[in-house]
């Protein structure tokens, strides 16, 4: 499986963004996709996840703001992210998890929420 997010950028305060995360290769495998995060300093963190039978879970930091969908005639992951705020700055990577629980990464696309 392989993943090449798009999206990414300079945003301000308040605004929205979005981000895809597109599959390619052995489809089928996966179980689950998600975006997680890192900022500077900081440790990598899931931001949100959602499963093949499309049940999803956020970190409590971006509940009700940010939403993740799949397209899967397009095996395509999106995160529509709104009311951003400076403490969402991070580089963005895409994941997948496999039905036999090998992790899969994109490259990373950041994010820059300021004025």
């Known amino acids: 499986v392989q993943l090449q997010a798009f999206g990414g950028g300079l945003v301000q305060p308040g605004g929205p963004l979005r981000l895809s995360c597109a599959a390619s290769?052995?489809?089928?495998?996966?179980?689950?996709r998600g975006w997680y995060r890192q900022a500077p300093g900081k440790q990598r963190e899931l931001v949100a996840v959602i499963t093949s039978g499309g049940s999803t879970h956020y970190v409590d930091s971006v509940k009700g703001r940010f939403t993740i969908s799949r397209d899967n005639a397009k095996n395509t992951v999106t995160l529509q992210m709104n009311s951003l705020k400076p403490e969402d700055t991070a580089v963005y990577y895409c994941n997948a998890l496999t039905t036999t629980a090998q992790a899969i990464w994109g490259q990373g696309t950041e994010v820059t929420v300021s004025s």
């Open positions: 290769g052995s489809i089928f495998s996966i179980h689950a």
